[in-house]
């Protein structure tokens, strides 16, 4: 008998740290064994001039959760978004189970397991939206909660049915730093927004590009800073999700040489979509509708120049899927609604590591080891799942993506799997594309077709991420710039 369930054999193995010819051994779905010419296993798998990555990690999906603005359905369940996910090269995603007013956040976590459990294709953990931080939230749920493997919490600055005051925000920190959790913020300036959106509705601007006008840069920048301020007063790290502007972006590096543990996260459509795509005839601009929206074209650039500066740790996708020819979807409040009633939300989970891959690693923006990092690595460890994920090393799950680096594919809503009536990246030339996805050693994913099993997704309970002994109390201030391992 042999020694391996599974060879993976002549492939490239590529981590955020190394890039080596190795064989990789499985068995019992852990990676057991890297190195040439491993004995037969039980199966092979001939990866020959291919290169082999972690399994890629989404750390920021929205799946079955309707629009909190809008109340449109979402197009995904957890069975239709995670075979998506996983045709993409992902393994795991972290999507969010959202508290609602007058909710017990514990019953928000039995609902959403109801959702996911027994349905998901791919591995899942989950992040907690805190809506509603009451006396028992913050002193009984959440403790117990971080205690179960629920890690991570968001909060958001905007949206009426999910915003915090700065007060209430600081309360979630407090608690967040007390048990050594994570937290996530949707950095927007809402009061700003509703100004300048009624501004724009009583001018009579109501079409999709006028998205781009309310939530204008500054706005994002004035509450990223703030937000910054928060974590450094509460003594805690913090993640800017979806970062959309190159002088957010600005405040998170600043932060950063000042040695504050601020952690960046941006998004597919921040890079490959502009304010003209909103800016297309009729509801056509409704596509591409998020919030933030994408910006211009030199907003775009500055984005991929804060890479360089090393602002962004993370790049997810941020799928929020509505269907734009769908009664219940991007224009469910009717044929052409105004801007701030348009669904926000794009897909991209599939999308999101080709689009990458191609458009920064094929180019030169980006070198693969950075690449690795921002789509799988540091969402590990900054989410408490490294080693375990997120990796190729012996001990880690046998969670893989083997890339064809010379794949040529043109993007289409036809070869996508999400269950969407479009996708915003619509004819984009591709090179670079996981041909195959396997987790825990089986293989889920080849060559475009899903060939997993219907809910062999696990949920994974996760620890806390490490972090510099100087942030234990409020307002300590922090010595040099921590990485959380990163």
Not at 60 to 79: C, I, K, M
Not at 158 to 177: F, P, Q
Not at 380 to 386: D, M, P, S, V, W
Request: hydrophobic letters at 40%.
């Amino acid at each position: 008998m042999s020694s391996f369930d599974l060879v993976i054999r002549g492939g490239t193995v590529v981590t955020a740290a190394d890039r080596y010819p190795a064989d990789i051994g499985v068995r019992d779905g852990c990676i057991v064994a890297l190195g040439d010419s491993l004995e037969p296993g039980e199966e092979e798998l001939d990866a020959s001039g291919k290169l082999v990555l972690p399994g890629g990690i989404d750390s920021h999906v929205h799946l079955d959760q309707p629009s909190p603005e809008t109340g449109a359905r979402s197009a995904n369940d957890f069975r239709s978004g995670t075979i998506s996910a996983a045709c993409g090269g992902n393994t795991t995603i972290l999507p969010f189970v959202r508290q609602l007013k007058g909710q017990s956040l514990r019953q928000a976590v039995v609902d959403y397991h109801e959702r996911a459990d027994g349905r998901s294709a791919i591995d899942y953990a989950f992040h907690l939206i805190v809506a509603d931080p009451t006396a028992q939230v913050l002193g009984q749920e959440l403790p117990a909660l971080f205690h179960d493997g629920y890690t991570s919490v968001k909060v958001y600055m905007t949206y009426d049915s999910l915003k915090l005051a700065d007060g209430e925000i600081l309360r979630v920190l407090d608690v967040v730093r007390e048990h050594g959790a994570m937290t996530m913020v949707h950095a927007e300036n809402a009061d700003c927004i509703t100004w300048l959106t009624e501004k724009l509705l009583d001018r009579g601007h109501t079409a999709p590009k006028f998205k781009a006008v309310a939530h204008a840069p500054p706005e994002e920048r004035e509450a990223t800073h703030r937000a910054i301020t928060l974590a450094e007063l509460a003594g805690v790290p913090i993640l800017i999700v979806h970062v959309a502007s190159g002088e957010a972006a600005e405040q998170i590096r600043w932060a950063q040489r000042r040695g504050l543990p601020i952690y960046g996260e941006t998004c597919p459509q921040y890079l490959f979509l502009t304010d003209e795509d909103i800016d297309k005839p009729g509801m056509e601009g409704a596509k591409c509708i998020c919030a933030p929206p994408p910006g211009s074209l030199e907003n775009q650039e500055a984005l991929w120049r804060t890479f360089e500066t090393g602002a962004f740790q993370v790049f997810s996708s941020d799928h929020a899927p509505f269907r734009y020819d769908d009664p219940k979807g991007k224009l469910v409040q009717g044929p052409n609604p105004p801007f701030n009633r348009i669904t926000n939300g794009l897909p991209g989970i599939e999308a999101r590591m080709p689009m990458l891959f191609s458009g920064a690693v094929v180019t030169g923006r980006m070198d693969i080891h950075r690449f690795v990092a921002l789509t799988s690595t540091n969402a590990a460890k900054l989410y408490g799942l490294y080693p375990r994920k997120g990796t190729i090393a012996i001990g880690s799950d046998a969670d893989l993506a083997i890339w064809d680096p010379e794949r040529e594919v043109t993007m289409s809503v036809d070869i996508l799997h999400d269950e969407m009536d479009y996708t915003p990246y619509e004819g984009t030339k591709i090179t670079g594309w996981p041909v195959v996805t396997l987790l825990r050693g089986e293989v889920i994913c080849r060559e475009f077709e899903f060939v997993g099993a219907q809910g062999a997704g696990r949920f994974l309970r996760c620890e806390a991420p490490n972090r510099p002994a100087s942030w234990q109390q409020p307002g300590a201030a922090a010595p040099g710039a921590s990485q959380v391992g990163i």
